[in-house]
């Protein structure tokens, strides 16, 4: 019988027919599982970084032979089967494999399925298949990005692996089992977590690559993956506080005017944004001087206010803009596959920037350098991430490293990856960039990602607490949304000032709180004109422009968020130094709980706060579950027992949240809530209201 296990360089080696098969320690308690049928295994490290050193064992025999690193071990078979086990000799992973070559007399060797199955595509590459088994009914996963559904257990999900418009794919999962699995593979493809087994696929591959850990909790799990993809920089303090934002201010004296009634009104605000189309053309990435003629006096006025302001960039480039010619020469823009070169059509004719290709990163960061940062601009919103394309036929794109099948899902780390680097070259700290997409490892990157382009609706707002919480399980620690949603909120109904109040308290209690919007009616909805993204603006969407009693109820979250400042920072720390996710399901700090593992509507912000987001309309109070301990309501100093159900008051003022085990600002019930504002200063918004809707005029 021919050799097939060998040992090279620290790891064990497989090889059979055409296939290597490469399995090494990637980090304590973990491995690293390559597989491909090319002449060379490809070295590309996609999302992992090079390994910490770890003591290592492998055993060869003639039938089997293993690994192990220490919480995990892999076994290998002859017939090319893995299975993987914890430091308990518990299986955590099993492949699903049914060949003739397989010795286990229970298998039906007749129906010759792969464990790893590499189909080849005529004249290229291969479509990759990883079968493994389902080894538990009652196993559940978590993580894998952001999905719009309102499911938090993955189990029984079907899920596309593609970068969309609101979806995010960042494909590491934590399993009940006790182990964490990142597919460390950037193609295009789906994953099913099915009742008899689970399939990973990519259309078009060159190797199968995962890596796997083993821990006795999702944090020890979660900590782990953190030290092989990376942690988020120290969130700046800036950054923590209250974010206002909509679509669109036009320009200078818009965005200033509202700034100084902030300032007026002695409301705290940290970032202020300035949104798309404040440029000439989509590619020029910079200010249009006939709507922001003093961009340093603005930046500068900004500051001093304690403000920071906060600018959109697309990578789109417009065949008008006047980059396009240059970036088409020096081959920085990403091609298509036939038809003509275009990959999306709003607003202009336009190719997105190959932001896998290090030239075309660090051309772009010198024009945001110049046009940008240079003025004054320190945190950069990186809209379009996915990138979003007019027609999702992800094989119609090709970009520097390969086709969009095969490597499209790492466009958005390295979009922020030219961002991060640039900044980073310019002696800035405490880098953060909002993006609408992530991949495995953008958190190194300084990436806040948000949840996209999504409806104005309670069941949009409880599909996003899911995808909060999966993507937090998914290694990435900045998370927000949309407060209120992007489409469809009419700020004169009273069904949407109560989603907008719902949505904004639970925003306080997320890593980053943010007012955003394409609020109804439109400028151009209300003057009959066509949409002309010079003039384009969405109604108000200022804490002010829902009414008194709304303004009072937003006032009161904005300025509990600055009371909360001491422990949010604490807990950027622990996502910076250990990569412990900011808002996180129940289980993350209960994990011997099995009810905490059950509960998909509530979640722990840090280690000490309990939060359960009203998410139904009308409901004036709502069911919970404590977990095992003592509990103190931060509205009414009440006590409540763990491990059980209750119902708990919910007005429309008031999201329940809880204190663990009596925290320590549980008994300031009056300095955190007594912040209701006087209606001296409600009669002074009214006015400032009345004056902003008086003065629309077009820009021009």
Known sequence: MAQLFFKEEGRLVYRYDAEKVWIEPWGPNSLRVRSTKMAQMPEEAWALLPPKATAVQIDIQEAEASITNGKIKLTMSRAGKIIIYNQKGEKILEEFIRNR???????????????????????????????????????????????????????????????????????FMVSSLGYGFLWNNPAVGRVVFGKNMSTWEAESSTKMDYWICAGDSPAEIEEAYAEATGKVPMMSETAMGFWQCKLRYRNQEELLAVAREYKRLGIPLSVIVVDFFHWPYQGDWRFDERYWPD???????????????????????????????????RGLLIRTERGYRISMDFQGNTLHFDATNPEAR??????????????????????????????????????????????????????????????????????????????????????????????????????????GLNMAMAGIPWWTTDIGGFHGGDIGSPAFKELLVRWFQWGCFCPVMRLHGFREPTEYQLLGVAQDLSTLTGADNEIWSYGPEIFEICKTYI?????????????????????????????YDFPQDPRSWEIEDQYMFGPSLLVAPVLCEGARERELYLPPGDWT????????????????????????????????????KDELFGLWINREETADVNSFVRKMRRGRTYAH
């Not at 961009?295 to 008008?320: F, H, N, Q, Y």
């Not at 001491?566 to 996710?581: C, L, N, R």
């Open 101 to 171: 070559r397989d010795s286990h007399a229970d298998y039906c060797s007749a129906l010759d399925i792969e464990n790893r199955d590499f189909k080849p595509i005529i004249g290229g590459d291969y479509q990759l298949c990883l079968r493994l088994e389902s080894l538990s009914p009652h196993e559940r996963i978590y993580g894998m990005g952001q999905y719009q559904m309102p499911h938090l257990n993955l189990k029984g999900c079907t899920l596309e692996l593609a970068q969309r418009n609101s979806q995010a794919t960042v494909p």
């Open 295 to 329: 961009p340093e006096g603005m930046i500068s006025e900004l500051k001093a206010m304690g403000i920071e302001l906060m600018v959109s960039v697309w990578p789109t480039v417009d065949r008008r803009s006047e980059n396009f010619e240059e970036m088409l020469e």
């Open 362 to 467: 660090s051309y772009v960061w010198e024009k945001i350098k110049g046009n940008y940062y240079d003025k004054g601009v320190r945190i950069f919103w990186l809209d379009e991430a996915e990138p979003e394309y007019t027609v999702y036929d992800f094989e119609q794109y090709r970009y520097h490293l390969g086709p969009n099948v095969q490597i499209g899902n790492i466009f958005p780390l390295l979009y922020t990856k030219a961002f991060y680097d640039g900044m980073e070259g310019e002696g800035q700290k405490n880098i953060l960039n909002l993006l609408r997409c992530a991949w495995a490892g953008s958190q190194r990157y300084g990436a806040l990602v948000w949840s996209g382009d999504i409806h104005s609706s309670f069941s949009s707002m409880r599909n996003q607490l899911c995808a």
């Open 559 to 587: 300025l509990l968020r600055e009371k909360l400042r001491p422990y949010i920072t604490e807990q950027m720390k622990a996502a910076h130094e250990k990569g412990s996710p900011v808002m996180r399901p129940l289980f």
């Open 633 to 668: 309501c931060f509205w009414s100093g009440a006590r409540y027992e763990g491990g059980r159900v209750h119902t708990v008051p919910a007005p429309l003022e008031q999201i329940p949240v809880f204190s663990r085990d009596g925290a320590k600002d549980a008994d300031k």
